[in-house]
């Protein structure tokens, strides 16, 4: 792929999957914080599957929309966006009822320092969205980092592993889940807490930082030796399909790939597509952050865009000069500072 318009119809081609499960959806869908990383491609791939499917269904996109061209973008693409600070509870509660609600307004990046206000998006926001919207289905966006760290040789985190979140943005988002299953648990609401890490994309993401890290000679640091990764487009796909599977109490699912990557491994293998020799900093650990996807897995079947996909991609997609964002992921972090 060399451009991005190459890019986002390959990232949102629905899968023949999803277009039969859409038509399973009773009901609109309202995705909450479209304006994020993953947002805009989720609600065009969820517009595409309605259309193929050919069925009558509202997708609406709701975010702030305060800079950028969006709104008009998501507009155009036939998805109805509605501009709104979801912290005032006065525009919160002025938001359409709809049966789908896919919910990925958080923060993470800038938590230390600003503490407050990650705890009130991540912990107090969803006890507002839960009750605004407590007839609805919701899929809450969550993320892996709630787990420990575990040992790279005989552990992986399912989903009966106990949380243990390290700092105060994986603390929040178990405080998340905790809320909204307080509301789920009150009012009958079914919900599903998608516990991501980590959403591949040519313009940000592990792989790409691990990549330009190879590609400009610079050292790939070890600290944390070992990773999980998945397709941005595959995580949007299970996203939308969980909608088919939120329950009372809340239904909860890891979400990413089938492998463990080691770090080192990763980076001798864009080494050998840029033919350059990467360069090392820190050691391995015995111990990261990684989750078992399995029972994600056997619901929506593997990725479909494979790790060595990932790879190739993301190598040419340097190599010929795509955008990329300036986000980095923080991936190596072991204390939780965010």
């Known amino acids: 792929m060399k451009t991005l318009a190459e890019l986002e119809d390959f990232m949102t081609k629905p899968s023949a999957e999803l277009i039969e499960d859409i038509?399973?959806?009773?009901?609109?869908?309202?995705?909450?914080?479209?304006?994020?990383?993953?947002?805009?491609?989720?609600?065009?791939?969820?517009?595409?599957?309605i259309m193929e499917a050919g069925i009558q269904k509202r997708v609406i996109g709701a975010s702030r929309f305060s800079s950028g061209d969006l709104r008009k973008e998501l507009e155009e693409y036939g998805i109805e966006t509605i501009a709104v600070d979801l912290l005032n509870d006065e525009e919160l509660q002025a938001l359409p009822e709809v049966k789908n609600v896919i919910f990925m307004a958080g923060n993470k990046f800038g938590t230390t320092g600003n503490e407050h206000f990650t705890w009130a998006m991540n912990a107090y926001l969803p006890g507002r969205v839960a009750e605004k919207f407590n007839n609805s289905r919701i899929v809450a966006f969550s993320s892996g980092n709630i787990y420990p760290l575990t040992n790279v040789i005989n552990g992986n985190c399912s989903e009966e592993v106990s949380p243990n979140p390290i700092g105060e943005y994986a603390q929040s988002c178990l405080g998340r889940e905790r809320v909204l299953s307080s509301f789920s648990h009150k009012n009958k609401t079914p919900m599903l807490m998608f516990r991501l890490n980590y959403a591949i994309d040519l313009r940000y993401g592990v792989l790409l930082e691990i990549a330009k890290s190879v590609l400009e000679g610079k050292a790939v640091d070890l600290t944390m030796g070992t990773v999980n990764v998945i397709w941005q487009g595959d995580a949007n796909e299970y996203a939308v399909r969980s909608l088919l599977y939120c329950n009372t109490p809340p239904r909860?699912?890891?979400?990413?790939?089938p492998e463990t990557l080691s770090v080192r491994w990763l980076a001798e293998e864009f080494?050998?597509?840029?033919?350059?020799?990467?360069?090392?900093?820190n050691e391995e650990k015995n111990t990261a952050l990684l989750n078992n996807a399995s029972k994600a897995h056997q619901l929506f079947g593997y990725p479909k865009v494979s790790l060595q996909q990932m790879l190739d991609m993301t190598a040419d997609w340097l190599i010929n000069k795509g955008e990329t964002y300036n986000k980095p992921t923080h991936f190596q972090?072991?204390?939780g500072a965010f």
């Open 252 to 257: 909860l699912l890891n979400i990413t790939g």
């Open 23 to 49: 038509k399973l959806v009773d009901g609109d869908i309202l995705i909450l914080g479209v304006g994020g990383k993953m947002g805009p491609t989720l609600a065009k791939m969820t517009k595409r599957a």
């Open 271 to 281: 080494g050998k597509r840029f033919n350059v020799s990467p360069v090392f900093v």
């Open 333 to 335: 972090e072991r204390k």
